[in-house]
């Protein structure tokens, strides 16, 4: 099942991207009396983001004055959210491997298991979306914030042009870009794991006999509960892959899906 190799990892990526990120960037401040300059200010900054509390002290290249100054904005809203989902994520496909594993009875036992991992990857998707998109935002504005040009900008000493001011070196943003994008990858997985889930809660295959005899409805067999799953499970399909594993199981549910399926009509 490529949903539970990939979908842990690829949530750890997004959250250790993002979570883990401290950058920072230099600039300097020639001033005129050159006594009063400082070539090397170095600005730290990190998950979550909350810019505004960032402080660093400039030169005024006016006597032994400085000029104490912020960052702007924050984008600790987005940020965290983004690692929550990541975090929440990255749990529940860690328990949902285990159980597939371990618990392949259980799970399907009264079709509760599919109908709650149905649901489940649906919020899932929509969270992934929903954060990724958020935190695109918050990181462009980090981006311009943290920009030397926009921070050179904040000093009153850079106004002065006989002073020279500087950036050293700009923060370096790959591992945040790289969060956005395993964000986006994460909200394609589960997305695309909602189709699986829902073949497994059977009303996919529900659907189908209903629009193929609507009168079925009526008879007997349906009311009896865990209809489509009995059908679905004496295929074969079900008992067979319990023995061989979770790698088998995406494979032997694929293709024994439509044949059971051709079975039931
Ligand atoms: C320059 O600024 C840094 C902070 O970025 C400070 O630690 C350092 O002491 C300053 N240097 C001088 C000469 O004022
Ligand atoms: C340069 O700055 C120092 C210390 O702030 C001051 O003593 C000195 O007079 C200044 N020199 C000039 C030319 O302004």
């Not at 618990?103 to 649901?119: A, H, M, S, T, W």
């Not at 073949?199 to 006999?209: A, D, L, P, V």
């Not at 499970?233 to 594993?245: C, D, E, K, N, P």
Request: proline residues 3%.
């Amino acid at each position: 099942m490529c949903m539970v190799i990939f979908a842990p990892l690829f949530a750890i990526f997004a959250f250790a991207t993002c979570g883990g990120y401290s950058g920072g960037l230099r600039l300097s401040v020639d001033c005129v009396n050159k006594t009063e300059s400082n070539l090397s200010i170095d600005i730290a900054f990190a998950y979550p983001f909350r810019l505004h509390q960032v402080t660093f002290e400039v030169p005024t290249c006016e006597g032994k004055e400085r000029q104490k100054l912020a960052l702007t904005g924050d984008s600790s809203s987005s940020a965290e959210f983004f690692v929550t989902v990541a975090v929440f994520a990255f749990l529940y496909s860690l328990a949902a491997t285990v159980v597939y594993i371990f618990f392949q009875n259980k799970y399907r036992e009264n079709n509760r298991g599919p109908l709650v991992d149905f649901i489940v990857t649906v919020v899932f998707s929509f969270l992934w979306l929903v954060g990724s998109s958020a935190w695109a935002k918050g990181l462009s504005d980090v981006k311009v914030a943290t920009d030397p040009k926009e921070v050179l900008l904040l000093m009153s000493a850079c106004k002065q042009t006989s002073n020279k001011c500087m950036a050293v070196h700009s923060p370096v943003m790959s591992s945040l870009n790289t969060s956005v994008v395993f964000g986006f990858l994460n909200f394609i997985l589960w997305a695309g794991n909602i189709w699986f889930v829902f073949k497994e809660t059977g009303w996919h295959s529900t659907g189908q006999r209903y629009l193929s005899d609507p009168m079925e409805k009526h008879s007997g067999s349906y009311n009896h509960g865990g209809y489509n799953q009995e059908s679905y499970g004496s295929s074969g399909g079900y008992g067979r892959q319990a023995s061989l594993g979770p790698s088998s199981d995406e494979f032997g549910q694929q293709s024994s899906g439509p044949a059971s399926f051709t079975n039931q009509i």
